[in-house]
């Protein structure tokens, strides 16, 4: 691992990120900023967090799908957390450090509309819009992406490949 930062007060925790794919196959992405940050700019951004005590990667996975999208769906639309990553970045005024499990999420619908009703007060700030992506425009594009290395490892994730990532110092 790459030495971290003495930047801010440092946070460790386990999180799950998901691709959320509709019905024809296109990937759901919010578009954020941290506005403690602003040197960071925007990015593209799958949805996830933490891993509360006592929660499984699905229940977390359910749980926040539904805080920051609205969509509730079941575990058996959850795909297996196959692709397992370490990353540390800065977010309202701390380092945080997470091990990081991503999975896919299959809606049965086209292009729902998001419903951040639920979100928590700092998501609300930070996600500033979405967009429903096609997989070959999330490989092709030059915007910034969280995970970083997202258009490069999308394809074979989605192919079913495990993915051990090494560590990301993405801010």
């Known amino acids: 691992m790459s030495e971290l930062p003495r930047d801010l007060p440092v946070v460790e925790r386990r999180a799950v990120r998901l691709v959320v794919r509709d019905r024809g196959g296109l990937i759901l992405l919010f578009h954020t900023r ?4 602003p040197r960071l700019g925007t990015w593209w951004e799958l949805p996830g967090g933490g891993i509360d005590p006592g929660e499984t990667v699905a229940q977390t996975a359910l749980r926040e799908l539904r805080e920051e999208t609205g969509f509730v769906v079941t575990a058996a639309q959850l795909g297996s957390p196959s692709w397992r990553r370490r990353a540390s970045f800065v977010h309202r005024q701390r380092r945080h450090v997470q091990d990081e499990v991503v999975l896919t999420v299959r809606l049965d619908a086209d292009t729902p509309d998001v419903d951040g009703t639920d979100r928590l007060d700092y998501e609300v700030e930070d996600y500033f819009g979405f967009r429903w ?8 594009s030059r915007d910034r992406f969280y995970p970083g290395r997202l258009p490069d490892l999308l394809v074979p994730f989605l192919a079913g490949d495990q993915i051990d990532e090494p560590f990301e110092l993405w801010s």
């Open 34 to 37: 941290d506005p403690e940050h």
């Open 133 to 140: 992506w096609p997989v070959d425009r999330i490989v092709a």
